[in-house]
C-alpha cells in the first residue's frame, strides 16, 4: 500500500536551517507530483511546496518563497524541502502528500521548531 514516511525534523534556532525528507513506497512514485504541507498549532494545514513528476516544476507558498527549495530523486523514491532562513513563524508539523486517483495520501508527518 501506499506509505509516506518523513523525517528530519527538529528544533533549530532562526535563521538556521533543516532539510526534511520522504520516504514514498506502494506506488509508481516518479509518475506523481508530490507536495510538503505543514499545520501549525491552532491553524490549518497550509501547501507549502509543491513539484512536478521531474525537477522541472515547482511552485510555492509566499511565505516560504526564496527561502525552502522543494526537490525530489525518482531513483530514490524521495522528496525533500530544504528550508533556509528559518522563522519562527515555520514551526509546525510537516506533512508529505501525494493524489493518486482522487485519493490523498499523507505521512504521519515531522516536526519543526524554530526557536532560540
Known amino acids: 500500500q501506499v506509505q509516506l514516511v518523513e523525517s528530519g525534523g527538529g528544533l533549530v534556532q532562526p535563521g538556521g536551517s533543516l532539510r526534511l525528507s520522504c520516504a514514498a513506497s506502494g506506488f509508481t512514485f516518479s509518475n506523481y507530483f508530490m507536495r510538503w504541507y505543514r499545520q501549525a498549532p491552532g491553524k490549518e494545514r497550509e501547501l507549502v511546496a509543491t513539484?512536478?513528476?521531474?525537477?522541472?516544476?515547482?511552485a510555492y507558498a509566499d511565505p516560504v518563497k526564496g527561502r525552502f527549495t522543494i526537490s525530489r530523486d525518482n531513483a530514490k523514491n524521495a522528496v525533500y524541502l530544504q528550508m533556509n532562513s528559518l522563522k519562527s513563524e515555520d514551526t509546525a508539523v510537516y506533512y508529505c502528500n501525494t493524489l493518486i486517483s482522487g485519493r490523498a495520501y499523507w505521512g504521519k508527518g515531522t516536526l519543526v521548531t524554530v526557536s532560540s
Open positions: 513539484i512536478a513528476t521531474s525537477d522541472q516544476g515547482t
